[in-house]
């Protein structure tokens, strides 16, 4: 009695393998916007610790001349 219960399903490889492409696509578009904005950040990072670095020691006021060069050089 099972043998022919499972002789009448249909064959749904195709479609389940179609789901797993599906699936596979989007996880991949997923991994490269999230590489994308790792990047916009870790360059944001790099930025704001130029601008931390180029403060003037002691005073805490940006030391404008040294900021306007960092970023020209960018």
Excluded: C, H, Q, W
């Excluded at 099972?2 to 599906?22: K, Q």
């Excluded at 991994?31 to 930025?47: N, Q, S, T």
């Amino acid at each position: 009695m099972i043998t022919a219960a499972s002789n009448t399903l249909p064959d749904n490889a195709g479609y389940v393998a179609a789901a797993y492409l599906v699936f596979l696509a989007l996880l991949v578009v997923y991994v490269g916007i999230m590489a994308y904005k790792l990047m916009r950040v870790e360059r944001d990072v790099v930025e704001l610790n130029r601008l931390a670095d180029a403060e003037r020691p002691g005073t805490g006021e940006p030391d404008t001349a040294r900021a306007s060069e960092e970023a020209t050089s960018v």
